[in-house]
């Protein structure tokens, strides 16, 4: 009866949109970071198009009072997932005011900062954000949302839209956004911490903010070293103005994802706040022209229903991947696509559920509805590609769409199959290999690609004279990577030549290939993998230092003593590893105390989650375990994080299968937190 029930509330909420319109809401919160909880006064506009009796507003866990409409009591219901307001509502406009307040479970995140301050963030994506402010699921219902907020004076606090004033009221700062156009519940946002924020202009005139907290001021450059560019880009592209009236950009600790477009202010993990070696590696610019890109496909306009998910992720990845195109190159954007490609075909063998489906993964939403536009946009022609993508977006702008619509526009400027191109793209399971090979065949460096591909089952004397012209070319990196992964099971002396020029073409990328398949490594080859120590590259010097500490007992003092200063990205891989390393190590540290004491902390609450699980791996790992390394892994299984709460479980469960170990889980459950302990006593019975 609980299934029925929740089809037909659903269902009727979904009607609602035909008989009232929210307009705008106007809000002013006050967040309480030690109590977790925020609460307010709000005030939304809306009118009655047709006669109803109830009007619904999606809301968690909250508790309401002074709920009155046009300043007259209404009675209202409080069910526990919504505000449910009853009466004989008749056509016309209307004020709806109440006071709340929530201590969300999900959405609204406080991040305890070493105790000495604190970052809080929303994550929306979904039908999240009624969990911290009475909205809509619904993502066709639109409106303009602006919050005023207040909160300590020595943070910067981030909304959607325009500040338009920022007073002091005692200690505490009111911060009041202004939105002027609608948009969905899911894209509103907060986010407050101690920043420093850059301000530029694009091309446009647009205002842009950067912001970075006050210890990362140095990595401002690489971080946000394309933003800029993407930004002007990206309104070139697409044809139509960046449609809000600023743009900003914020990193937040222990972030669910890479990245969330809420509306004129992105959110985006702090693993991407790299320095110029880190760039290598691990770069924003991806990310940053993806969440972009959504604020027309996702923001500007928005899919009706999860079923045409991929106007909004395919989009934005195929957007993104033109970003990247024009700032790293043809041979860039046709490599990703070619991966891509195999990643699809591999996953279409087990996944049976097409583009066009509410249930599809994010691998088909994202990486095969991108390459569903690339089909498209290469069959009709750029002019008219471009053509139909303005009239799509000035055409719905501020409304919800279908593919449908968005089919209608390209068949006003081509006489393209779009009935055989749906069934194939977004229909079908398969992959259409020919089609794809085809088009990526434009590019040469993926017809050596392709040459390639085809040799695996070649025996290698049979091809060595061709890889080794390969790798003596100039053809794009990506292709001899391809050459020494093909190259990992052979036989070291039939390889080593091929080893030896992979390494000498000095492209980090190549010589990390390498490292990564290159792991039993012989006396003759040591020197030339040693100098992967000396590379630019915090993940390659992770992999070598690794390898060469593993076949090489007789020189970890030499490789512990080069890497002793190491830190690596700024979740400190190649410090946590180094400790690890140099434990392991017989008589090689002075202080292994220190040393222990130092990698447990790595392991704490007082780092992020990345950091922490790539220290409990390595605790771990080597057999580094107390009682302080248990407690800190069950702690992590009460982390908002589900990657890293999962991390925590299924590690106490391997864990639990050794007596003395399960002793030691025994042992400290009365020391937990009752949040921990419910935790650990869940793994304990299963």
């Known amino acids: 009866m609980k299934y029925i029930f929740f089809l037909i509330t659903s269902f009727a909420f979904a009607q609602q949109t035909q008989f009232v319109d929210f307009k705008s809401v106007n809000a002013q919160l006050t967040l309480n970071s030690k109590e977790k909880s925020v609460s307010g006064t709000v005030d939304f506009g809306f009118s009655v198009s047709k006669p109803i009796d109830t009007i619904k507003i999606d809301a968690k866990n909250m508790e309401f009072s002074k709920v009155q409409i046009d300043n007259k009591d209404v009675v209202f219901v409080n069910s526990g997932k919504q505000l449910q307001l009853i009466g004989n509502f008749q056509k016309g406009e209307n004020h709806l005011t109440f006071e709340y307040t929530a201590k969300p479970k999900q959405a609204l995140y406080f991040v305890d900062i070493e105790g000495r301050e604190v970052q809080i963030w929303t994550q929306g994506q979904g039908r999240y954000t009624s969990n911290w402010f009475p909205s809509f699921d619904d993502v066709n219902e639109k409106l303009i949302f602006n919050l005023g907020i207040f909160y300590d004076e020595a943070y910067q606090v981030i909304s959607n839209g325009v500040l338009k004033e920022k007073t002091q009221k005692g200690n505490l700062f009111h911060w009041q956004y202004k939105m002027e156009k609608p948009m969905s519940s899911y894209v509103l946002m907060l986010a407050v911490g101690k920043y420093d924020r850059r301000s530029l202009k694009s091309k446009s005139n647009v205002p842009l903010e950067y912001y970075l907290e006050n210890k990362d001021?140095?990595?401002f450059e690489p971080t946000f070293r394309y933003s800029k560019h993407i930004f002007d880009f990206l309104e070139k592209e697409i044809g139509v103005s960046y449609p809000w009236e600023v743009y900003r950009e914020i990193p937040?600790?222990?972030f669910l994802y890479a990245g969330m477009e809420n509306t004129t202010s992105t959110l985006f993990a702090t693993r991407y706040v790299v320095d110029s070696i880190g760039f290598t590696d691990r770069n924003y610019t991806n990310v940053d022209a993806h969440e972009l890109a959504h604020h027309w496909f996702g923001n500007l306009i928005t899919a009706e229903s999860s079923k045409?998910?991929?106007?909004?992720?395919g989009f934005a990845t195929y957007y993104a991947a033109l970003a990247e195109r024009e700032?790293?190159?043809?041979?860039?954007?046709y490599s990703k696509l070619y991966d891509t490609a195999q990643q699809i075909k591999f996953a279409s063998r087990t996944d049976s559920i097409p583009v066009l489906n509410p249930k599809a993964s994010s691998l088909t939403f994202y990486e095969k509805g991108a390459w569903a536009l690339f089909v498209l946009?290469?069959?009709v022609g750029d002019k008219a590609f471009k053509k139909a993508i303005k009239s799509y977006l000035k055409k719905y702008a501020y409304q919800t769409v279908n593919t449908q619509d968005f089919f209608n526009e390209i068949k006003k400027v081509s006489n393209f199959d779009l009935d055989?191109?749906?069934?194939?793209?977004?229909?079908?399971?398969?992959?259409?290999?020919?089609?794809?090979?085809?088009?990526?065949?434009k590019n040469k460096a993926i017809q050596i690609r392709l040459e390639i591909d085809k040799l695996?089952?070649?025996?290698?004397?049979?091809?060595?004279?061709?890889?080794?012209?390969?790798?003596?070319?100039?053809?794009?990196?990506?292709?001899?990577?391809?050459i020494v992964d093909q190259l990992e099971n052979e036989k070291y002396e039939a390889k080593k030549e091929l080893l030896l020029l992979a390494m000498q073409t000095n492209y980090v990328q190549i010589r990390q290939t390498v490292a990564e398949t290159f792991t039993k490594i012989p006396e003759d080859f040591r020197v030339q993998y040693e100098s992967l120590l000396n590379d630019q590259s915090y993940q390659t010097q992770e992999i070598a230092l690794y390898w060469l500490w593993r076949n090489f007992p007789e020189h970890r003092t030499e490789y512990l003593d080069k890497s002793k200063n190491w830190i690596g990205f700024n979740d400190y891989n190649l410090r946590t590893l180094w400790l690890s390393l140099a434990l392991s190590t017989p008589n090689y540290a002075d202080n292994p105390d220190d040393l222990v004491n130092e990698l447990i902390a790595f392991s704490s609450t007082k780092y992020e989650a990345t950091t922490r699980q790539n220290a409990l791996e390595k605790l771990i790992a080597f057999k580094i375990i107390n009682d302080q390394v248990l407690s800190n892994l069950v702690s992590s299984t009460t982390h908002h994080m589900w990657q890293f709460s999962?991390?925590?479980?299924?590690?106490?469960?391997?864990?639990?299968?050794?007596?003395?170990?399960?002793?030691?889980?025994?042992?400290i459950l009365p020391n937990l937190t009752p949040n921990e302990q419910f935790q650990l006593n869940r793994l304990l019975k299963e």
């Open 217 to 219: 001021a140095s990595r």
């Open 252 to 254: 937040v600790r222990d």
């Open 308 to 313: 045409h998910h991929w106007l909004q992720e």
């Open 327 to 333: 700032i790293f190159g043809d041979d860039y954007f």
């Open 377 to 379: 946009h290469e069959s």
């Open 420 to 441: 055989k191109f749906q069934k194939t793209w977004l229909e079908s399971t398969a992959f259409d290999t020919s089609t794809a090979n085809a088009l990526l065949s």
């Open 456 to 482: 695996k089952k070649t025996p290698l004397a049979e091809k060595k004279d061709f890889f080794i012209k390969i790798l003596n070319s100039d053809v794009y990196h990506t292709v001899k990577e391809a």
């Open 646 to 667: 999962k991390f925590g479980r299924d590690t106490i469960r391997l864990l639990l299968k050794n007596p003395e170990m399960r002793a030691s889980f025994e042992r």
